[in-house]
């Protein structure tokens, strides 16, 4: 990590920064059990912990922080993917959902669910040219 990554981590509090990170590992993770997505950059946008995977272009820059409304743990999208409507038909109740960009982590995720979304955002490039 990063120094301004890490100092990111640092302003949240003790339980919701344990959550992410753990969120942060099942990325990685995800990534390196997904075929064709191949190293993370870990980076900040918007002030938030973002994932791309620029050396592939594989999939869509996933961001990670503290739901403002419920102050649960998200994982965020680009609003301009159709990935949260697949999400929402995918799982309507795994998960709560911000706007079309948003993924709102109850207290225990499905973990299996959350591993699929994020190997969909991973490979969201991929999947587009295979299906245009």
């Not at 919701?16 to 990534?31: F, M």
């Not at 900040?44 to 649960?72: E, F, N, P």
């Not at 998960?95 to 969201?124: C, K, M, N, S, W």
């Amino acid at each position: 990590m990063t120094p301004d990554v890490v100092a990111v981590f640092e302003t949240y509090p003790a339980v919701l920064k344990d959550r992410l990170l753990v969120l942060r590992a099942l990325i990685y993770e995800t990534a390196s059990d997904t075929a064709g997505v191949g190293p993370l950059d870990e980076t900040l946008k918007w002030g938030q912990v973002s994932y791309l995977t620029q050396q592939s272009g594989s999939g869509t820059t996933l961001r990670i922080d503290r739901d403002k409304a419920t102050g649960q743990p998200a994982l965020y999208v680009n609003c301009k993917t159709n990935l949260l409507s697949q999400y929402r038909t995918l799982y309507p109740e795994a998960f709560g959902y911000d706007g079309e960009r948003g993924v709102v982590l109850g207290e225990a995720p499905d973990q299996d669910a959350l591993r699929h979304v994020i190997a969909l955002a991973l490979t969201y490039h991929k999947s587009k040219t295979r299906a245009g």
